[in-house]
């Protein structure tokens, strides 16, 4: 499957592809797109990469291996769940918002963590499976 | 009084850092502990005996009624001593019986953790702190049976022993639940109030079942005895202890605290006889057919525990003054028999009476301790064991109707038992010493004065019953019985029926004992009546049920994917079919429905083909590719009806799961033989049926008058509480972010899995 055409588009495509996942999950919140979307087209990009130049190459691209990004993932979830309890004496996972709107993300609050948190778990849960089947091939 | 339960669980938490230090001379010391335990239960017996009850509690789940609440009134007083009593001579004895044992260290852990665990039993006013301990002392005897645990049969008679015991847990658990239940609390005082309501409620049988299950299965009682001649694999000291000074007294202490509570009717006194009744006489007579000195004690031990279980069930208050007595005597003898038993063990390397004999030569403190132990045993005056037999026999005396009959089991056990105590106190002492042994000399006194403490004091308080009846006897009649009145023990009643019956007993005791020798002959002529007994039935009954889970797991664990999946499928088929055809009506109003758009009908004309492509191509990758289609055609579906969200994620999910079944298919064979037209016929059968069952539930399921408020609450609320205008986000990272939270720790396990198996193989195929 190497051939010439998609492994010079792979190298524009992956970029892009994320660029356009995270574009997915800031944009969860008042349109269709999230972190669960957004995490499977990241997973997505880095398949393709994968096909094209081989999984080693992904795997140098990926720095560390993505089964570490799933307890990240579930940390900064959780995190942002228990904030409310630490900080602001709320129920757990009440919504917090920053006061001013912050220019390209909007309005910052602690559902996009949550949200981040998913993203990176469906990127590592994906990528952990993927990967360590193609590799006991 | 927490402190002093959970002294014995810190004891042993203690000794799993530091046993190396008590394996030596430093042994002796851990006595200590169960004799300050001691000390401190004896200090509460002046205000005890004045009939005050001491309550002390602590919170726990209070949620759930259930808290450490620990009440120490006469009943729990005399097992609490008992515990620490006899637990403080057994730590000593063992100092010297297991000296320099590699395990010294393990084995006081295990028996401090019966000790603290048995104390909470006895201690414990909330049945379900109780059955938590319970618990913990039958996990402790488990231990303890299977301490030689190089030995096959130790392990095996460990594993009876937990069975039947634990099976007693949960009957116990159960009963509580009910009793708890019914009574509205789990705190046994309490329930006392509630005693009318008990009785006449509709489950009063079952509880009463279950109770007495739990009751019969740790005391040993007929058909569940025979875990305890079995448990005698465990070092001497454990049976001393355990199984038959304490824990096999769990049940009889269970039964006792729940008379006043339970004793509503007939069953109650009727089941309890009855059983008592058997299990007294059918293991007293066992006595006669066992050579192996443990053996004897066991079979004696189970007919005591039938003799209480007997005298509770009569539950006058003569009965049961005489139950709390014989617990004493029993406890007093039946342990230094045990210790005795024990000595000549560890001396001769034998506990085979036929060949013991003449033994008071080398071994005469120990031939003392087991003639008067023998003497309490055999209820001969002035022990505390004569005060003991003729109240048993005044209990029966006045029994009613059925008296006569009543006591006559009771002398033909009591014969039987007198028989038994001077085999296991007297035999091995008597007669000619064999030239073999003539070179033993007497071990050290930790060993010997134990025992001899024991039958002493059996001796003083026979001569003065006063002391057990204030202690004991009366704080257990105010609280155990409900008429109470006053009473005395007394050594001498004069001339009466009571002291003729005494004299009958011990007359034709001592003739059994002189006529009838134990002979190895008898033991195999018995040994073929085996295929009947309950032991064998039981454990027939346990292969049994093994046999037919293999059977039952082979059958459907079948290792194949696609049986698991039409196992499944089919159930749900059954299942859904019934509920949805018991109660079906299906109102479509067609007028409602829309035209059909030209793009629905041509994603409907992909889905089909994609659908029998899959079913008919004849290429694994084909097939995949057809399925991807199939998902695909979906995620138009949904953007149609206006669904983004759903569409995009089936989109993405597709995607990828059409990657997935590519990577595994790559590596399997190129598809050699397809299935045949049976079981494809009988798979299509089974898809299509489920299709259209879904289908009718969905139909039916659109029927339903909506119930529009939920989603009302989210469209009103997901701006204004949670700033978000995509309602379908908000609830899954807002209104219903736990979910969420959970879907993705699940998504971490399932990806966990596949790297954990996969990696697995991988490993072990380097190796090679």
Known sequence: MRTLILKSASSYLLPVLLLFSVFILLRGHYLPGGGFVGGLVAAI??????????????????????????????????????TPILFSDLPLMTGLWADDPIPVIGALGSALF????VYLVVIGASLTIIFTISESA | MLAAVLLGFLFSLFLVFSGTYFRGKLAVLSSLIPLSLFVYFLSYLPEVSNGEVIYQSYEWIPSFGVNLSFTLDGLALLFALMITGVGSLVFLYTSAYLKDHKYLDRFYGYLSLFMAAMLGLVLSDNLMSMFIFWELTSISSFYLIGFNNDKA????????????????????????????DVAGTYRISEMLSSREAIADS????????????????????????????GAMKAPTPVSTYLHSATMVKAGIYLLFRMTPVLNGGDIWHTILIIVG????????IHIIFRTDLKGILAYSTISALGILVFLIGIGTQAALVAAAVFIVVHALYKASLFLITGIIDHETGTRDITQLAGLRKVLMPVAIAGFIAALISGGVPPTLGFVGKDLIYEATLHYGGSAVLLTVLAILTKILLFYGGFLAGVKPFMGKLPEKYSKLHLPSPLMWVPPLLMTIAGIVFGIFPGLIETAIAKPIAMTQVIDYESFH??????????????????????????????????????AKLDVIAPKTLLLQLSTGFEKFSTLWTNFFQTGYLRHYLSTIVAFLIVLLGFLLFSDFSLNIDF???????????????????????????????????????????????????????????????????????VLVLYKLPKYLNLSDTKIRIKHGVLSISFGVLITLLILRVLGEPKNAEVSEYYAENAYKLAHGKNIVNVILVDFRGIDTMIEISVLIVAALGVFGLLKLRLKTRDKK
Not at chain 2, 277 to 284: C, D, E, G, I
């Open chain 2, 591 to 661: 007028n409602t429905l829309t035209e059909l758009t030209i793009y629905e009908l041509s994603i409907l004309t992909m889905l089909l083909i994609g659908v029998l492509y899959t079913v008919f191509t004849k290429s694994r990758l084909a097939a995949v590719a057809a399925l991807g289609v199939v998902g695909l055609s979906f995620s138009l579906l949904f953007l149609f009806y206006s669904a983004p969200d759903l569409a995009m994620t089936q989109f993405s999910v597709d995607t990828l799961t059409v990657i997935l079944f």
């Open chain 2, 489 to 526: 023990l007394k050594l001498w009643h004069g001339f009466n029926t009571v002291l003729g019956l005494s004299a009958i007993t011990i007359t034709l005791g001592l003739v059994l004992y002189f006529a009838l020798k134990p002979k190895h002959s008898l033991e195999t002529a018995i």
């Open chain 2, 277 to 284: 009744a058997v299990t007294m006489l059918y293991s007293a």
């Open chain 1, 114 to 117: 949550f949200d981040l948190g």
């Open chain 2, 202 to 229: 509709s489950s009063y049988l079952l509880i009463l079942l279950l109770i007495f299950g739990a009751a019969f299965t740790k005391s040993a009682q007929f058909p569940f005895h025979f875990w305890l001649p």
């Open chain 1, 45 to 82: 990009a880095f398949v393709l990469d994968a096909f094209s130049n081989g999984l080693d190459k992904t795997k140098v691209v990926l720095k560390v291996h993505p089964g570490f990004l799933m307890p990240l993932g579930l940390l900064i979830a959780f995190l942002s769940g228990i």
């Open chain 2, 153 to 180: 049969d130790s392990r095996k008679s460990a594993l009876v022993a937990l069975g039947i015991t634990g099976i007693g847990g949960l009957l116990l658990l159960g009963g509580a639940v009910l009793l708890g």
